[in-house]
């Protein structure tokens, strides 16, 4: 059977970067991957339209109907060629929707999924301090903003992020109406390795999704040394979704700290969390008004990880409890995932941190060696409930 995979996401996010970086890791064959603009462009030029990266914008929202037309034909094209082709995995890429000035560009309808029938869907999403670099760094964006990186506001490009997972939610639910399941549709952070997206494109039967849960907020150094490292190991066996994959926290918490030492401030100055050296200044009310939606989006994003995953596995480094990875567990419990908690104390957590933490097929154990850990699972995973 055909493996089809829809991948989409919020505009400048990097999406068809990061995946042919990480495809160039994949030897021929075996596979398929098709860029969706590179087929409105073909349909658009034998119809007589010429349709580049720049004008598709504009000739979208002032030409709805033929871009509607071209783009339809587009996806009839990229069905036919599934159809006639031996490889097991097709990979279709294009943006979801996008809101800009009075209209709006629809990357796909109800019909072209209909049409395309993807098993699964994956967003594809970066933290919005780089969507804004991405754009500060590409010509022709920077100009549609007017070269002025006080109007690339992070409110906007939140909302951008927003409009899009809801457009495919809402079409997603529209299918399931119409009896076409989608196995998952995965909020996916572009920093995971390109190793776990190539687990997550062709060895998911062999190395199934486990999340792996940690205390995150006033623990950054340990999430850059310890996680790391047991993240990586885990990898070998597992495709490990890491909620650190995407970082808005980043500008909260600096917010939040810049905030709080001087109440008066009006901008804010953040480093950037990759490369820790250049530092952006972001007008305080814009990141106030992103913040709400901000938080929202990360709990929403952090529990549609544990939805989708067969298993998570708890790394508590740290002796107080974290509120996130509680929520977590109990989101996993309430989903049927296996739950595996590494917790090297001699004080007993919480009873509710234990109970969650036990919820594993045969152990009904909590663990002090995270290495031993690794074993329960990989000895277990053919026991995991969740189907």
């Not at 109907?65 to 060629?81: G, P, T």
């Not at 097991?88 to 990357?107: A, C, D, K």
């Not at 950054?220 to 890491?242: A, I, M, P």
């Not at 309430?334 to 594993?360: D, H, K, V």
Request: aromatic share 12%; charged share 30%; hydrophobic share 40%.
């Amino acid at each position: 059977m055909k493996e089809i995979a829809l991948l989409t996401g919020p505009p400048l996010n990097g999406r068809d970067e990061y995946i042919c970086d990480a495809l160039k890791n994949v030897p021929e064959g075996g596979y398929r991957y098709y860029h969706v603009f590179d087929y409105i462009r073909d349909v658009g030029k034998e119809m007589g339209v010429k349709i580049t990266r720049k004008n598709v914008l504009d000739f979208a929202i002032s030409h709805p109907d033929l871009m509607n037309e071209i783009r339809d034909e587009a996806f009839a094209r990229i069905r036919k060629e599934i159809d006639g082709s031996d490889e097991n995995f097709h990979l279709v890429s294009t943006p979801s929707l996008f809101r800009w000035g009075s209209g709006s560009v629809i990357g796909f309808t109800t019909s072209n999924l209909k049409l395309l029938h993807p098993n699964r869907v994956i967003i594809i999403l970066d933290d919005v301090l780089s969507v804004r670099r991405r754009i500060i760094n590409d010509r022709e964006w920077f100009e549609r903003f007017g070269k002025n990186p006080e109007n690339i506001k992070l409110s906007t490009l939140v909302m951008w992020r927003e409009d899009a997972i809801n457009h495919v939610k809402t079409l997603v639910h529209e299918l399931k109406k119409e009896g076409i399941e989608v196995r998952y549709v995965l909020q996916f952070g572009i920093r995971h390795p390109h190793s776990v997206f190539l687990d997550l494109m062709f060895h998911e039967d062999e190395k199934p999704l486990v999340y792996l849960s940690y205390p995150m907020t006033g623990h950054e150094e340990e999430y850059y040394q310890r996680v790391r490292g047991f993240y990586d190991k885990l990898s070998e066996h597992f495709t490990v979704l890491d909620p650190g994959a995407l970082d808005d926290w980043w500008v909260v918490a600096e917010y939040d700290a810049q905030v709080n030492a001087d109440p008066s401030i009006r901008r804010i100055r953040i480093k950037h969390l990759l490369d820790g050296e250049e530092v952006e200044e972001l007008d305080r009310e814009d990141i106030e008004q992103a913040t709400d939606i901000l938080r929202r989006q990360l709990v929403e994003r952090d529990f549609n990880l544990v939805d989708v995953s067969k298993a998570v596995a708890v790394y508590h480094y740290a002796e107080g409890v974290s509120a996130g990875v509680i929520s977590e567990m109990a989101e996993a419990y309430r989903t049927l995932a296996a739950i595996y908690l590494y917790y090297p104390f001699e004080r007993r957590p919480s009873p509710f941190m234990e109970f969650y933490g036990m919820q594993n097929p045969s152990r009904r154990t909590m663990f002090r060696d995270e290495d031993g850990m690794i074993r329960a699972m990989v000895e277990e995973k053919g026991y995991w409930a969740k189907a």
